[in-house]
């Protein structure tokens, strides 16, 4: 090989290098799960510049999850301008036509995979679904593809190992409601490479988003602090301690919190509440912190799950 076509061919190796360490600049993403969770980040990112296929199982579901998106960005646009009335009509307008330009939906995850750069899963909380999702759209995905998940109590790793792209695997676990709380965790496993981290990190913040990060560890940082804090409050209540109104007041103006914790169990829903300390007692049976609790338990069976049953600690009919 003369020297000229030598040098040529490590400068063109060593740029294939560099290409191949850069991090990725996610433009094209792939929302699963049109629900609560993933039509707000399929919002999000519309919003920011991204173009969104949100995909969910029925055309119905996904004209339910478009009109909610439809009516969350009226509310954002209001906020947006609130100190520009004049131009909250024009403006507006134009930034709910730009944001829905960029969405586009779909009932067929593998037809639209191909030409993503990261798929957010926001699907039912369930190992096994979850799984056969990842599993059939690692077929699917290009080489160069992301795989992230939003899942709030299930280790990263687990759902990471039904691919093959376990480096090109992470966690993004945003907070509901998404287009109004700005905090997104990004949850690196033993398999997640630094660059899968740093184009996840780069997304959370190019969604406007503020990213901390965490190992795959359960409850991540937020839920890992709040959930046992939770279940604290109903022990202390369980062994008559305190009232439930009075240990919500105690922790709103005591504390400064939001909300008090049988508030905001009532808020979250008891049956998602139960399924997380469940999951995680499981995992750690000896941990007092993760101990199941009898009255729970008993609200739980009895399908008073909180605000949406209209009752749960508290009665809201
Ligand atoms: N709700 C919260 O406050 C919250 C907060 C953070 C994270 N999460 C996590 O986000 C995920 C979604 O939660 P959610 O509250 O949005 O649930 P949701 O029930 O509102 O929405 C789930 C959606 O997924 C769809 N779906 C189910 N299986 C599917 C499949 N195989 N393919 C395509 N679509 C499918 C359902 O039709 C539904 O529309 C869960 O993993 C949850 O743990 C929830």
């Not at 646009?77 to 036509?97: H, M, N, R, S, Y």
């Not at 709380?181 to 949850?187: D, G, H, N, S």
């Not at 630094?194 to 959370?204: A, G, I, N, V």
């Not at 439930?244 to 008891?270: Q, R, S, W």
Request: aromatic share 8%; net charge positive.
């Amino acid at each position: 090989m003369a020297f000229a076509t030598r040098r040529f061919v490590r400068a063109a190796s060593a740029a294939a290098a560099t290409a191949a360490a850069k991090k990725l600049v996610v433009k094209h993403v792939t929302v699963i799960g049109g629900g609560l969770m993933g039509a707000g980040i399929a919002q999000v990112a519309a919003a920011t510049g991204h173009t969104v296929v949100l995909v969910d199982q029925s055309e119905e579901i996904l004209k339910k999850s478009t009109k909610g998106i439809e009516e969350s960005l009226k509310r954002v646009t209001k906020k947006k301008f609130a100190d520009k009335p004049e131009v909250v009509l024009f403006a507006g307008a134009e930034f709910i036509e730009k944001t829905l330009k960029n969405l586009t939906t779909s009932t067929d995850a593998v037809a639209v995979v191909h030409s993503t750069d990261l798929v957010i899963e926001a699907i039912v909380e369930n190992q096994e679904v979850k799984n056969e999702l990842f599993k059939t759209l690692d077929k699917f995905a290009p080489e160069h593809t992301i795989f992230a998940s939003n899942t709030s109590s299930l280790q990263i790793t687990q759902l990471a190992n039904s691919t093959t792209r376990q480096d090109r695997f992470g966690g993004l676990h945003f907070f509901n409601p998404v287009p109004m709380m700005k905090l997104v965790e990004v949850i690196k496993t033993p398999m997640t490479s630094q660059k899968t981290f740093e184009s996840l990190m780069d997304f959370s913040k190019a969604v406007g988003k503020s990213p901390v990060s965490c190992k795959d560890t359960p409850g991540f940082i937020v839920n890992r602090l709040l959930v046992p804090y939770m279940l604290e409050a109903v022990r202390l209540f369980e062994r008559g301690d305190a009232s439930k109104e009075d240990i919500d007041v105690a922790m709103k103006l005591g504390a400064g919190y939001p909300m008090g914790p049988f508030e905001l169990l009532d808020y979250v829903g008891l049956d998602t509440s139960k399924y997380i300390i469940d999951g995680w007692h499981a995992l750690e049976p000896n941990n007092p912190l993760f101990a199941p609790s009898p009255l729970l338990n008993k609200l739980v069976e009895e399908k008073k799950l909180g605000k949406k049953t209209g009752e749960g600690f508290y009665k809201y009919k």
